[in-house]
């Protein structure tokens, strides 16, 4: 699957999508993830570049009256879906950037997997995370530069 796209991002915007559940990499799935960004500026808070860590369709079905043009309640069924960002402690996975440094990020819940890499100013840079097994590598133009083995906490 492969895209390319150019977005410019200014201030607190963001691009919020319908969940796609084929990129929810579940603990055995084996992937990678890449895109290429250029800083012009590193943002004063954290800010969000990819992420997989709250969008969250909600549905509602319920019941409405309405009256009609004799006054009479008439009633009928309605559904409705939005989708809403609202963050999770567990998610496949999320790349942000603080200050200066651009960090990879999943959990199960109990699990937390963290990379993390310096970025630099007004260059564009490659990024790529590959999780082969319990081993994630983030990349940063082609060049290894951090790595995590998961050790996995198992309840009895």
Same mark, same amino acid.
């Given at each position: 699957?492969?895209?390319?796209?150019?977005?410019?991002?200014l201030?607190?915007?963001y691009?919020?999508?319908?969940n796609?559940?084929?990129?929810?990499?579940?603990?055995?799935d084996n992937?990678?993830?890449?895109? +290429?960004?250029?800083?012009?500026?590193?943002?004063?808070?954290?800010?969000?570049?990819?992420?997989?860590r709250?969008?969250?369709?909600?549905?509602?079905?319920?019941?409405?009256?309405?009256?009609?043009? +004799?006054?009479?309640?008439?009633?009928? +069924?309605?559904?409705?879906?939005s989708y809403?960002?609202l963050p999770t402690?567990?998610?496949p996975?999320?790349?942000?950037? *603080?200050?200066?440094?651009?960090?990879?990020? *999943?959990?199960?819940?109990?699990?937390?997997?963290?990379?993390s890499?310096?970025l630099?100013?007004?260059?564009?840079?490659?990024v790529?995370?590959?999780?082969?097994?319990?081993l994630y590598?983030?990349?940063l133009?082609?060049?290894?530069?951090?790595?995590k083995?998961?050790v996995?906490?198992?309840?009895?």
């Open positions: 699957i492969g895209s390319l796209s150019t977005y410019v991002m201030g607190n915007s691009i919020l999508t319908e796609q559940p084929e990129f929810n990499f579940t603990k055995n992937f990678s993830i890449g895109f +290429n960004i250029t800083c012009d500026e590193f943002p004063a808070a954290t800010a969000s570049i990819v992420s997989k709250g969008t969250k369709k909600i549905q509602e079905l319920g019941q409405f009256s309405k009256p009609n043009k +004799n006054e009479v309640d008439i009633g009928g +069924n309605y559904y409705t879906s809403l960002n402690n567990v998610y996975y999320d790349f942000e950037i *603080r200050e200066d440094v651009l960090y990879f990020s *999943r959990s199960d819940g109990v699990n937390l997997v963290e990379l890499a310096s630099e100013l007004g260059t564009q840079q490659s790529w995370v590959a999780k082969t097994g319990s590598n983030l990349y133009d082609k060049v290894l530069v951090n790595s083995t998961l996995a906490v198992v309840f009895p």
